[in-house]
């Protein structure tokens, strides 16, 4: 099981929020799964009185849309990042599913 971490609820101001780019796609077509790249950094600690768990809350710094031109190597890097972190080779069938929607391919 993996300890919480939260996400504060606010994106960068200015240049850092990429996703301006692509209000068309997301307002035509809001049930589409997008592929961003994000940088994060910790905005704070947040520490349980009754229990002493520290959960980091994350803030984003920098998201950016992946360029369809680059969706394949993203998937390629998206399933490593799971391998590495899970210890498994194949991913689940829901998550498969969900990243051929995602990334628009079929394997």
């Known amino acids: 099981m993996s300890s919480p971490v939260k996400l504060a ?3 960068p101001g200015g240049d850092a929020n ?5 209000t068309a796609e997301l307002v035509d077509a809001p049930e589409d799964v997008r592929v961003l790249v994000v940088l994060v950094s910790v905005k704070e600690l947040k520490t349980s009185i009754d229990t002493g768990e ?4 994350l803030r984003i710094r920098r998201v950016e849309a992946v360029p369809q031109d680059d969706l394949a190597s993203a998937k390629k890097f998206f399933r490593r990042a799971h391998e590495h972190r899970t210890g498994r080779v ?3 069938i829901d998550v498969e599913e ?3 929607e ?4 079929k394997s």
């Open 9 to 11: 609820g606010t994106l």
């Open 18 to 22: 990429g996703l301006g780019a692509i």
């Open 98 to 100: 969900e990243l051929n």
């Open 54 to 57: 520290i959960t980091p809350v």
């Open 102 to 105: 995602a990334f628009h391919t």
């Open 90 to 92: 194949a991913l689940p």
